[in-house]
């Protein structure tokens, strides 16, 4: 298993929110791609079914920094400081998949933009641009 890839696992590892979720990420090359599977204690509206979006919102975030803890090592997880979602269609009872672009990772700030989208990747159910506080990579 590469460094990226164990990096990638123990933060997946010490996120317990992430275990509730059921989600999981991919890594190929340097490209990650989150998955959340489907699951019954994820649907926020019953009648269409649909994702809640507290859900989608919680997978945005967490893509986001997983993927950051592939690029920018470190013993605790980055903090968020700002986050912004679009919700742009209702997300089905349907596997997600989410990736994450790192638009700009200075020395302390992190800018990332996160799309997630169901059966088609140019078709997204929602979006997150964000601002993460790095930790330092000797940081515990």
Same mark, same amino acid.
């Given at each position: 298993m590469s460094e990226a890839a164990e990096r990638l696992q123990a933060f997946l590892q010490r996120v317990p929110y992430i275990r509730f979720l059921g989600m999981r990420a991919e890594l190929a090359g340097d490209e990650m791609t989150a998955v959340l599977p489907f699951a019954d204690h994820?649907?926020?509206?019953?009648? +269409?079914?649909? +994702?809640?979006?507290?859900?989608?919102?919680?997978?945005l975030e967490m893509t986001a920094l997983a993927q950051l803890s592939v690029v920018q090592p470190s013993a605790r997880v980055h903090k968020t400081i700002d986050v912004t979602i679009e919700y742009l269609r209702p997300g089905r009872a349907l596997t997600t998949y989410a990736r994450?672009? +790192? /638009?700009?990772?200075?020395? /302390?700030?992190?800018?990332?933009?996160?799309?997630?989208?169901?059966?088609?990747r140019d078709k997204p159910v929602a979006a997150l641009r964000g601002h993460f506080l790095l930790s330092g990579p000797d940081a515990g």
């Open positions: 994820l649907i926020g509206n019953t009648m +269409l079914p649909a +994702l809640h979006g507290g859900v989608i919102g919680a997978f994450a672009d +790192l /638009r700009k990772v200075g020395r /302390r700030i992190a800018n990332v933009h996160v799309e997630a989208w169901q059966d088609r």
